[in-house]
């Protein structure tokens, strides 16, 4: 464990400061590690996924004696010393080649982690096609029921979003949507489909034993996007090989523990401004219609009608006067001019 | 005029930008994601892997787009922003919630007596130079008095009185009684966050206080003539106990109208008298004058007795 640090400048309060948890976080921050054997593929792979995810990313460019699985003490005092709360450690063996473990992080502990093999790459360079530009935010797209159903597959969701995507942004400059990273996986093997759909309770001990073996194959593919003019106020879309796109299997993981991610999944209370604006809560009795206008329905208690205010004369006036005259006639033809100008101001 | 093929073709625009599968794709603005949980085909998928890739890809970045697209946007100079929901896809934090800061003495103060933060400028404007000057700092206007040429020096003033001395002093007070103050309020967030076992002892601590003050003084000269422990503390009386300065700005409120309620009833005293004077009969003054001064007692004696033998007779 680091010791605390007690500022002595205004510089490093500052910087200390910034490193302090916040009710909206910055984006995550991602180390890449090398471990004591990297294949050229583990090597290319790493480079460019930190292409992607640059500025947020911090590359370690010696080698390191780490296994995420066994101990995770270093990955702990990296996050803390580098303010980062994401690792990818590039690692190959020759029982498990070409692996990549993605670690996430919470307080400056393992929350979770996942570790897939690099089956087929091709890189960047690969394609002879224009590149998005660095550090523009990336639209992702997954493909698969499994993304839903199977645990293995929602942690694998979770964890690449919170990757590239884990941002909370509140804008988006429509321009600037340059790339997709689409994940998709490999046809349902019909041992998890009749597993998902008859029993999803039973099947964790079959699926343990034989876990990656029987997962299909991910598919990561980085598209360009192409935003062409389709005559309505939605661009059409179209696509065009950009790289780096890879092949994974599943392999070893750890699920988060379910206090710590109990902790990490509490929402901050919702600001009263962002209440007002209707962010928070569920708006009532109001709703935005077709053409974009705001509309809102009131309640009216039951009116009493004895009360009604109709037409007003002399003529009927409680107390005195039986007689209609000349006056009230001319009241009355008022009041029908006024009326119509008012319904005209209401529509 | 025929509008037909012109319609078609809207529709047929409509359609190229439009997705239509068995599941609806599921698209989390916020995060910029789109989930397509559709099966995979897979005999398209083994008859060539990267265009069925693509093309669902495509599809599922064209509805993501769709929906980008239809957000209520605002214009910047780099081209149109859209304001994105928030994400409806929950992830981890990183790190764990800020927790809310000790609130210092002012701020408890403040809220008690409802007191709204005011922004301070920091910048004041200076008349003599026509410009706009810190309010403190390098070059503040609060070390105006300290650098002027001139002071005027009150007529009762000491024969070694220094202007310039004197408010740079107030100032250097000043500065002190906030650093003093901030340590203070230091000093009690971390208190607030031990005070855990506190309770229970202290409530031991204050019985044991009071029985040794009782024996004390319980001899003859009340402890006056008492030998002294070393280290022994003068005995205290009890302290007079006032009401805290700063209450609630609603029980304050209501505390003042009570007064206010008060003055404006009636004293009992003067009601009783009062309501006595507004009748018409003067009840004491009549009876008086009915007994000839003998008074009520007598009065019922009299009417009664006299009633009885009328009967009689």
């Not at chain 2, 229970?200 to 009340?222: F, G, W, Y």
Request: with cysteine.
């Amino acid at each position: 464990m680091l010791r605390t640090i007690k500022p002595k400048n205004a510089r490093s309060k500052r910087a200390l400061q910034a490193r302090e948890s916040k009710e909206v976080e910055d984006p995550r921050t991602a180390i890449f590690v090398k471990g004591t054997h990297t294949g050229e593929k583990v090597n290319a792979a790493m480079k460019e996924m930190m292409a992607l995810k640059r500025p947020n990313a911090i590359s370690f460019s010696k080698k390191n004696t780490v296994r995420p699985f066994e101990d995770a003490s270093s990955l702990e005092f990296w996050a803390q010393k580098n303010d980062a709360s994401l690792f990818v450690v590039g690692q190959s063996t020759k029982k498990r080649p070409d692996g990549l473990v993605f670690v996430r992080m919470y307080d400056n502990r393992v929350l979770d982690m996942c570790e897939v093999g690099v089956e087929k790459w091709v890189s960047m360079n690969g394609f002879k096609t224009p590149k998005a530009t660095p550090g523009h935010k990336s639209l992702m797209h997954f493909a698969s029921e499994l993304f839903d159903t199977h645990p293995r597959f929602v942690q694998l969701k979770s964890l690449l979003m919170d990757f590239f995507n884990g941002e909370v942004i509140d804008s988006i400059c429509l321009a600037g949507l340059e790339h997709v990273i689409s994940v998709s996986l490999g046809p349902t093997p019909t041992s998890l489909n009749t597993a998902t759909t008859s029993n999803p309770l039973q099947p964790s001990t079959s699926t343990d034993t034989s876990d990656s073996a029987n997962l299909p194959t991910v598919h990561v593919r980085v598209y360009g996007v192409k935003l062409l003019a389709s005559g309505t106020r939605i661009p059409r879309v179209e696509l065009n090989d950009m790289g780096p796109s890879m092949d994974l299997v599943l392999r070893r993981h750890t699920e988060p523990d379910q206090e710590q991610l109990k902790q990490a999944l509490r929402r901050p209370k919702v600001r009263k401004q962002d209440v007002e604006s209707g962010l928070g809560k569920k708006r009532k009795n109001m709703e935005v219609d077709e053409m974009g206008d705001l509309r809102g329905r009131i309640h009216v208690a039951k009116q009493d009608l004895n009360k009604l205010q109709t037409r007003k004369m002399k003529g009927l006036k409680k107390g005195r006067g039986d007689a209609f005259d000349e006056s009230g006639e001319s009241e009355h033809e008022a009041d029908e001019d006024a009326q119509p100008r008012k319904r005209r101001k209401d529509s | 005029m025929d509008v037909s093929d012109i319609l078609a073709a809207q529709a047929a625009k409509q359609k190229a930008v439009t997705v239509e599968k068995e599941i609806p794709l599921e698209v989390d603005a916020g995060f910029l994601t789109v989930t397509d949980l559709n099966p995979i085909d897979a005999e398209s998928y083994n008859e060539d892997v990267e265009d069925y890739l693509k093309a669902t890809a495509r599809d599922g970045v064209q509805a993501l787009v769709s929906a980008l697209f239809s957000l209520p946007t605002t214009s910047s100079p780099d081209g149109p922003l859209a304001k994105l929901p928030p994400p409806t896809t929950q992830l981890p934090r990183a790190k764990p919630l800020p927790k809310p800061k000790p609130p210092t003495k002012w701020e408890q103060f403040a809220k008690a007596k409802g007191i709204q933060k005011k922004r301070k400028e920091k910048k004041v404007w200076d008349e003599e130079k026509q410009e706009w000057v810190d309010r403190w700092g390098w070059k503040g206007s609060n070390k105006k008095e300290e650098q002027q040429w001139i002071t005027e020096v009150p007529a009762n003033a000491d024969a070694d009185h220094d202007p310039v001395k004197a408010a740079r002093d107030a100032r250097k007070t000043k500065v002190a009684k906030n650093e003093r103050q901030h340590k203070q309020n230091v000093a009690r967030a971390q208190g607030s966050n031990a005070s855990s076992a506190a309770p229970a002892n202290s409530e031991r601590k204050k019985q044991i206080d009071r029985t040794l003050a009782t024996t004390r003084a319980s001899t003859a000269s009340m402890g006056k003539f008492d030998k002294t422990l070393e280290g022994e503390k003068k005995l205290k009386g009890v302290k007079r106990k006032f009401d805290p300065t700063e209450v609630s700005a609603s029980a304050e409120k209501s505390h003042n109208l009570a007064i206010l309620q008060k003055l404006d009833r009636e004293p009992a005293m003067k009601k009783a008298k009062s309501s006595g004077g507004h009748d018409v009969l003067n009840v004491r003054k009549a009876i008086r004058s009915a007994s000839k001064g003998k008074g009520s007692a007598a009065l019922a004696r009299e009417g009664g007795g006299g009633k009885m033998n009328k009967g009689r007779r």
